[in-house]
């Protein structure tokens, strides 16, 4: 599974994905800090943390959707279902590769805090719980994209695809919100992901938002395995 | 394999196609475009899970010991599976590691496939910028990673040149002596001249499984006027037979073989004289024409008219 952890890692920065998508995330959230602490010189980051949200809607697609579709258009596809290694495995390895994108990602905008601490106040527990949140909330983006894109056939289906099934997502999140009746209103607050993220930006540590969103993720992993298996999208 | 079947949505893609390879040989797998060939070798290297039926290889089950099974697989499809950002070196190194090769054999591994497939001028070349053939070339080195038992091709000759072919022939030769090779091809002068046995596939159904003919090698057809049960354990004892079939069941009284030889004169002979003292009549007796191309057409005409 390391093995090919690497290699779709290192094919991340090769094809240039993994850079477009670094450059475009720094770019968005410097735009966003720009505006929101620079500009009216605001310490408050967590207009800039849910900003982050917004942003992995409109950019996880990116790395999401070659996970699958470039195996299939290369016939790489073969190479790893007859190697000795699991679906789970192999579904896991390019999960995990592109989450390593997103850390560096997350990574990197940690200048933005620093700017603050360096100028203002910063209040680092705080700080640390907003980009855990975003973390869990890009992974869950990402296992959910991986799953949608496990459906289109070339890598610009599968970028409108996951693109059009985030924004889907979301538009439930905010219908949750709304809904008068009971149990219509639990059933779409169970796919309300934003619900699960606002905890972290008041620096709530929420074990219950934790385990949702690792019961998202393993479930959408699930999914794309099974998709993905001998017998489902990886068919030729 | 043991009655495997594969269908998609109503095509029959496979059906109750059964065949076993004990022994290392190069086996040709013919049949007319969409006749099952590319499914069958998806199905043994575990890319497909079969509706029915089992495929064991060495000793495990495709299914239930995956991983087992897998380690004794190597498989080139049809489009080689290359990662064309890589470099040769890098891909080849990437599907060692895929293929678990212990970590100290693996340069020395390395440098067997580049040389075994005359990669080593091209070895830092990016796969995008090669060739046709020289893609090929590295798919070929691809499945060759981990020294598997089993080795499928599927038209691993799709797009080569002339002297590529010759070049590749030589390999399969070579390979055949220390690995069981499955090959599908198109081409029957290749599977003639490269592979010891061939099935071939009609529709689906794999309507001949046999040895292709040795040079000093021969087969008849033979009917004669009695039971089955009384003569062919005396025939199949006759010095000069090496192998017989049974051609058709239907007439209990008339008996049709198909026997091998290798010695061509003797056996009618010893079939005469056998009639004559049993007092049983060879309604027929023909030597077969049995070249692959032959073979070929007889069975897919076969199968069109069933």
Redesign the interface.
């Known amino acids: 599974m390391k093995?090919?952890y690497k290699?779709e890692l290192?094919?991340f920065f090769?094809?240039g994905t993994g850079y477009v998508f670094l450059f475009v995330y720094m770019a968005l959230s410097g735009i966003f800090f720009y505006f929101g602490n620079i500009l009216t010189r605001f310490s408050d980051l967590s207009g800039y943390y849910s900003m982050a949200t917004y942003i992995w809607i409109l950019l996880i697609p990116i790395l999401t959707m070659r996970l699958t579709t470039e195996d299939r258009k290369?016939?790489?596809?073969?190479?790893?279902?007859?190697?000795?290694?699991?679906i789970h495995k192999i579904v896991l390895a390019k999960y995990l590769a592109a989450l390593s994108v997103i850390a560096v990602g997350l990574l990197l905008s940690v200048i933005f805090p620093i700017i603050v601490a360096i100028y203002g106040a910063l209040y680092i527990p705080e700080m640390l719980l907003a980009y855990t949140g975003m973390l869990l909330y890009g992974a869950a983006y990402l296992a959910f994209d991986m799953f949608i894109s496990s459906f289109a056939k070339g890598n610009t289906s599968a970028f409108m695809l996951a693109l059009g099934a985030n924004l889907l997502l979301r538009v439930i999140g905010l219908a949750s919100k709304s809904a008068s009746s009971g149990f219509i209103k639990e059933i779409l607050s169970l796919l309300d992901t934003e619900k699960r993220f606002t905890p972290f930006l008041y620096g709530q540590l929420s074990f219950a938002c934790i385990i949702y969103f690792l019961l998202f993720i393993l479930i959408n992993i699930l999914l794309t395995a099974q998709i993905n298996?001998?017998?489902g999208g990886?068919?030729? | 394999m043991s009655e495997v079947s594969k269908a998609y949505g109503k095509h029959i893609a496979l059906k109750d196609v059964s065949f076993c390879i004990d022994e290392f040989q190069a086996v040709g797998l013919l049949g007319e475009n969409g006749a099952g060939k590319t499914t069958l070798l998806d199905i043994i290297s575990g890319c497909l899970l079969a509706d029915s039926g089992s495929v064991t290889i060495d000793g495990f089950d495709i299914v239930s010991n995956a991983e087992s099974a897998k380690h004794s697989i190597g498989y080139l499809p049809e489009k080689p599976p290359l990662y064309t950002e890589m470099t040769v070196f890098e891909y080849l190194k990437f599907c060692i590691e895929l293929k678990r090769v212990v970590k100290k054999d693996r340069n020395r591994h390395l440098d067997d496939l580049l040389e075994t497939a005359n990669l080593t001028q091209v070895k830092n070349r990016k796969i995008a910028n090669l060739s046709h053939g020289f893609r090929q070339r590295v798919g070929f080195a691809q499945a060759l990673c981990g020294n598997p038992k089993i080795i499928l091709l599927d038209e691993p000759t799709n797009g080569l040149d002339p002297s590529q072919v010759i070049e590749f022939k030589r390999a399969i030769k070579t390979l055949s002596k220390k690995h069981i090779l499955i090959l599908s091809s198109h081409i029957l002068s290749l599977i003639q001249s490269v592979c010891d046995r061939v099935l071939i596939l009609h529709s689906g159904v794999l309507t001949v499984d046999r040895l292709i003919k040795e040079s000093n090698s021969s087969s008849f057809f033979v009917s004669l006027y009695a039971p089955q049960a009384q003569i062919l354990s005396k025939i199949r004892h006759m010095p000069s037979v090496k192998r017989l079939k049974t051609a058709d069941k239907g007439n209990p009284n008339i008996t049709n073989l198909i026997i091998e030889t290798d010695d061509k004169d003797s056996l009618p002979k010893e079939l005469f004289s056998f009639s004559t003292g049993n007092g049983i009549a060879i309604l027929r007796l023909q030597e077969c024409e049995n070249t692959l191309e032959e073979l070929y057409q007889s069975s897919i005409d076969e199968g069109t008219l069933s």
């Not at chain 1, 290369?74 to 699991?86: C, R, V």
């Open positions: 093995v090919l290699r290192y094919s090769v094809t290369n016939g790489t596809y073969k190479l790893l279902l007859s190697s000795a290694i699991s298996s001998t017998d990886y068919r030729a």
